[in-house]
């Protein structure tokens, strides 16, 4: 069973602050590793995916894999009150029939004023 | 553009009613997704479609049909729900790609589907 986790949460920081969200993986197949971000009562939102070893940066989003460690981590510096929501990581695995995600159970991200 | 589209946004049913979901996406992709969301759960996997033919049922009840016209458009048929299939029921679309690049997958908003 291909399984990904991460800390439910809530991890809460100050306005400006940077957050730092975790995940590992089982499969050390995997290649393909994405971060979605879902507020409340809507639905996920893709915000960074990353392939290779090291740091991918975005604006104020950085992934970081390490496939050795089979880890991957979304940074969000200068946090703000709109980033709260729920942080989803996802593994892709590759079989004969397609895609397939397997995702974390979330994050939930508070950024407080 | 990275918009996928769903109909309806709401929808409410009896057990007997038999209901259809729809979803659209214009940005050429050619694999498409089904997935079942309940409250603080994460997205689980129902059906995929690569090149419009089914290519993963993730063992769902026969009660959910899909269905893929052309390769814009992907149809869920629903067929003598139960309760407990109330949930958010998402589509997403990729690039039907086997390897890393082009996998990601763009979710459209969903649909939230009561049953009673």
């Known amino acids: 069973q291909k399984e990904v986790e991460q800390n439910s949460g809530p991890l809460s920081v100050p306005e400006g602050a940077i957050a730092s969200l975790n995940c590992t993986y089982s499969d050390r197949g995997s290649q393909s590793f994405f971060w979605y971000r879902q507020y409340s009562g809507k639905s996920p939102e893709l915000i960074m995916f990353?392939?290779?070893?090291g740091d991918k940066e975005d604006g104020r989003f950085t992934a970081q894999l390490n496939k050795a460690s089979q880890y991957v981590s979304l940074l969000i510096r200068d946090s703000q009150p709109s980033d709260s929501a729920t942080y989803l990581c996802a593994v892709n695995g590759f079989t004969g029939g397609g895609n397939k995600l397997t995702f974390g159970t979330g994050t939930q991200l508070k950024v407080e004023l | 553009d990275t918009e996928v589209t769903q109909t309806p946004k709401h929808l409410v049913m009896g057990m007997t009613n038999k209901k259809s979901l729809k979803c659209e996406q214009h940005m050429g992709h050619r694999a498409m997704y089904w997935y079942k969301q309940k409250a603080k759960k994460p997205p689980e996997l129902m059906f995929v479609?690569?090149?419009?033919?089914?290519?993963i049922n993730e063992s769902v009840p026969s009660r959910f049909s899909p269905e893929c016209p052309n390769s814009s458009l992907l149809n869920l048929h629903l067929h003598a729900l139960q309760p407990e299939d109330s949930a958010l029921y998402l589509c997403?679309?990729?690039?039907?790609?086997?390897?890393?690049?082009?996998?990601?997958?763009?979710f459209g908003p969903g649909t939230r589907l009561t049953v009673t």
């Open positions: 997403a679309s990729s690039q039907a790609a086997a390897g890393p690049g082009g996998d990601e997958q763009y």
């Open positions: 990353i392939y290779s070893n």
């Open positions: 479609y690569s090149y419009e033919k089914l290519s």
